[in-house]
């Protein structure tokens, strides 16, 4: 059963992902989890320390999910559709990117918390350029493609599809973008076999 800290993670995540960083107060968050904002203050005396404690939690999660996928495959294409279906989750549940909603709020942010969103969309752009360098090398992604390019690409294109199907197509029209994309990294002959890494007991990354 999750802690008061965690529940109060866990919910301030989604004000934050639906609201906006600024979008809410202590008052708002008391209210979701059912406790007093004095109980808040306890865990979290300022809203930036619970900033900092929102995109480190959010973070690991994406880490575990990260390796969930790399573990699973070692197809390249498979490995991006899967990293996509993390966004596509966000958008069945109307919810935006956490670190994306954040960012849009670069101007308030304090300083701290500017330097954690801009850690954890460096480290996807990383991931993703060792999953396509490892896709080129297998076969699996265009040769043509070039990994620390397309990785910035990539990121860029979900976070700017999530954000604008959430307004417009939803989920059908994220899939129509992630086709798009499936398609600029397709390789024009199909790969040899590979191995798929798939340990035991492995679920689905979901977030």
């Not at 320390?49 to 990260?66: E, P, Q, T, W």
Request: charge should be positive; hydrophobic fraction near 40%; include cysteine.
């Amino acid at each position: 059963m999750p802690d008061t800290r965690d529940k109060l993670i866990a919910e301030a995540e989604v004000l934050v992902r639906t609201r906006g960083y600024a979008g809410f107060s202590y008052a708002d968050l008391a209210e979701a989890v059912g406790i007093r904002k004095a109980s808040i203050h306890h865990h979290f005396p300022t809203k930036e320390d619970l900033g900092l404690a929102l995109i480190a939690a959010y973070g690991k999660k994406y880490d575990r999910a990260l390796d969930e996928i790399w573990r699973k495959t070692e197809d390249g294409l498979k490995r991006v559709e899967a990293y996509a279906e993390l966004y596509l989750h966000g958008l069945r549940e109307e919810q935006g990117c956490l670190a994306a909603a954040m960012a849009t709020e670069i101007g308030i942010l304090p300083e701290r918390i500017r330097d954690g969103v801009a850690q954890f969309f460096e480290r996807h752009v990383a991931w993703l350029a060792r999953v396509l360098s490892e896709g080129r090398a297998n076969g699996t992604i265009r040769d043509d493609v070039s990994p620390a390019q397309h990785a910035r690409m990539i990121v860029a294109t979900l976070e700017g599809a999530l954000l604008m199907e959430l307004l417009l197509g939803g989920p059908a029209g994220f899939k129509d973008t992630l086709s798009a994309l499936r398609k600029s990294l397709k390789p024009s002959r199909p790969p040899g076999p590979v191995n798929r890494r798939q340990p035991a007991g492995a679920r689905r990354a979901r977030l």
